[in-house]
């Protein structure tokens, strides 16, 4: 287990485990890892926290959570062993019970053909799992340890807790979809008749079934409510194994999934396999290795053989071939797909014959790469009885972001959820001519006739009517006078300046104050100090790092954990600890109750000992944020411990916390004004150039 683990297990901040490792000599020793990252044993580390009284019992989670990270074929090795298990518990309890009431070697090897058996009935027998190899006696602990779990959690909370611990330990690994965007696709794919959105597969609903042909871990199969039946495939063999027991744990609908490349190797390939209602598909992007040579003569390429560099479009077109007449495929698409002049031909030919019906452009943020706004796709398998629709629905939900600027959580996604399914409802409900009215800068069907020039260039923006200017004449006006009232309240803020003979002043040198550290105050008990995560459960916003320096309010959003997030408190005070920028942040009513994201402490202040306005003054003091930070080759990391603020008196304190307040308004109203001032400009640049607005 890592340092980060340690503190995780005893519920303190990693700091507090490199000074165990400093001040007690026996601190267990490193048994892996490296030097700056070294890694301990579990249970010599377990040992040594109950003899210092700092830990009375490994709590179930975290015991089986460093199962998982000690199994010696690695994580994704032991979450398919567990997930294997679990399975057993959920669709066949009374064998588990049988097999775990034996000795730990007896029931080793009862489990072998008993997990077989279950993975064979739930997916088939050319399953990506495999043959159970014979389990070996030491295993058989972390299995009754996760069937333990499953008693407190189920058994699909168990399994999610556990994956989720492990996506959280490995990002960069994996590019996820966001449970939101998932959501969405997922209702842009259900009919809206027949079964509907709302579908829970009860007795008598239509069948549904739906295709993910680059599955990952299934969040986007997972995400669609009462499919009967679910198709997952994927390149990666541990991401096919770890989808498929994700979607077995969740119901009681058919799974079946391979692990092979999609588009090479298609497991699901017609006649074998039947045609799908649906398909959900986040496929990789931007590949150039995708098999334009070898597949040249697929018969999937109905709308034209992709260019080498629109790996895109031939997983748009794989996902229409598995679809049967009127079926729905929606695919996250890179923005350039929409606008490169080597796919306009077989884009032209998709908008010809009906196929593709949407293009949703996404606010930036909406998933990995964060920084760029990417588009969904909504395509139609055409019957050739049926006249393709004369307009292609167009959805620009840019503005509908909770934030400025890019980053995970800032997609807005219940004004996107809102205006995207109404949009497309409204374009289902017109048939071949689809009347739905224009939203300026939201939404519009333009004629498929007009989008077929040289470029057919289909992304949203360029042709959406703009917005009204500023939202309109009278916005601007509001606007105008929102600045006014902000800038002299600003004028009436700004601090006095130091008297003009205050150099020549007998006290005019700098005060030598008796100092201590944010490390001294939090082991005497004045502080606590806590390191975001942005994970848990709940709905609680996210206070992001972007938030905390721009002054905003929350704006991110949970990642999924079984733990509950650390939610901040009026009082508290908020430091980023990257960027070297020099940023604290009071905690206000505004502010209270958000999960406090990854990459910011949050000190906790006894309000008997501190003022938070006078903790939150000195730590941005510039000279105080240089020495408590160390420099990486591509950031600056602030060790909040070494900040140094004041021994002073509580009444001494608010006297600098009333002025460091001050300071606060004064700054938050030149924010304020500064983001009036630019929306002012910008409207009044739109009004003069729209015709909105006259010159005189």
């Known amino acids: 287990m890592t340092a980060a683990e340690i503190a995780r297990l005893a519920g303190v901040g990693r700091a507090a485990v490199s000074n165990w490792r400093r001040r007690h000599a026996d601190f267990p020793r490193p048994v892996g890892g490296t030097e700056t990252s070294p890694s301990f044993a579990l249970a010599q580390v377990t040992d040594w926290l109950r003899a210092q009284g700092k830990l009375a019992e490994v709590p179930l989670r975290e015991r089986v959570w460093q199962y998982v990270t000690a199994h010696p074929g690695g994580s994704v090795a032991a979450l398919v062993k567990a997930g294997s298990a679990l399975l057993l518990v959920r669709d066949r309890p009374r064998e588990w019970l049988e097999a775990a009431a034996v000795s730990d070697e007896r029931m080793a090897t009862l489990l072998a053909p008993a997990l077989d058996r279950v993975l064979a009935l739930r997916f088939g027998p050319a399953h990506p799992l495999g043959a159970t190899a014979p389990l070996p006696a030491a295993s058989v602990p972390f299995l009754r340890a996760a069937a333990e779990l499953a008693a407190e959690l189920g058994t699909r909370g168990a399994f999610e807790f556990l994956l989720g611990r492990h996506l959280e330990a490995n990002p960069r690994q994996y590019t996820l979809t966001p449970d939101g965007l998932a959501l969405l696709m997922a209702a842009l794919a259900r009919p809206h008749s027949g079964a509907g959105t709302g579908s829970t597969g009860a007795a008598g609903a239509a069948p549904f079934t739906v295709l993910d042909p680059a599955c990952g871990t299934g969040t986007l199969l997972r995400a669609v409510p009462g499919a009967t039946t679910r198709y997952a495939q994927d390149s990666s063999p541990e991401l096919a194994s770890l989808a498929a027991l994700r979607l077995a744990l969740q119901s009681d609908a058919p799974v079946r999934a391979a692990a092979a490349d999609s588009l090479r190797a298609d497991a699901f390939a017609r006649p074998a396999a039947e045609p799908v209602d649906a398909v959900l598909c986040h496929p990789p992007f931007n590949e150039r290795n995708w098999g334009h040579e070898e597949l040249a003569y697929d018969p999937r390429w109905e709308y034209g053989l992709p260019a080498r560099a629109e790996s895109e479009l031939a997983w748009v077109q794989h996902a229409l071939a598995h679809l049967r007449e009127g079926g729905t495929a929606v695919l996250l698409m890179p923005p350039a797909a929409a606008a490169r002049r080597s796919g306009r031909r077989i884009r032209a030919d998709l908008l010809r014959r009906g196929a593709l019906r949407a293009v949703v452009a996404l606010p930036a943020g909406a998933a990995p790469p964060y920084g760029i706004p990417l588009h969904l796709w909504v395509l139609r398998k055409p019957a050739p009885q049926a006249a393709p629709p004369s307009g292609l629905l167009l959805v620009d939900t840019a503005a509908l972001a909770d934030g400025p600027g890019p980053g995970p959580g800032r997609a807005g996604w219940a004004a996107v959820h809102s205006a995207v399914e109404e949009a497309w409802t409204a374009y289902e409900r017109g048939g071949p001519a689809p009347d739905v009215p224009d939203v300026p800068g939201v939404r519009r069907v333009v004629p498929v006739v007009d989008l077929l020039d040289d470029d057919v260039d289909l992304t949203p923006a360029r042709h959406l009517p703009p917005p009204a200017a500023g939202g309109g004449l009278a916005e601007l006006t509001a606007v105008r006078d929102r600045l006014d009232s902000t800038l002299t309240r600003a004028a009436r803020l700004t601090p006095p300046a130091p008297p003009a003979d205050a150099k020549d002043r007998p006290d005019a040198a700098p005060a030598r104050l008796p100092l201590t550290t944010v490390g001294e105050l939090a082991r005497a008990g004045a502080l606590l100090l806590y390191t975001g995560t942005g994970s848990g459960a709940g709905r609680a916003p996210v206070l992001t790092e972007y938030d905390v320096s721009a002054g905003t309010g929350p704006s991110g959003t949970l990642a999924a954990a079984a733990e509950q997030p650390l939610l901040t408190a009026p009082g508290d005070v908020v430091v980023p600890l990257t960027g070297g920028a020099g940023v ?74 009333a002025r460091f307040r001050a300071l606060a308004e004064f700054e938050d109203a030149l924010r304020l004004a500064a983001r009036l001032g630019e929306q002012l400009v910008q409207g009044l640049y739109d009004g003069l150039s729209d015709g909105t607005v006259r010159p005189d």
């Open 584 to 657: 604290a942040r009071v905690v206000d009513a505004a502010t209270a109750g958000a999960a406090l994201g990854r990459g910011l402490q949050l000190l906790r202040p006894d309000p008997a000992a501190l003022d938070p306005w006078f903790l939150a003054g000195f730590l941005r003091a510039t000279a105080n944020n240089r020495r408590a930070s160390s420099h990486a080759s591509t950031t600056t990391r602030l060790d909040v411990r070494r900040l140094e603020l004041p021994r002073l008196p509580r009444t001494e304190q608010e006297v600098y916390g």
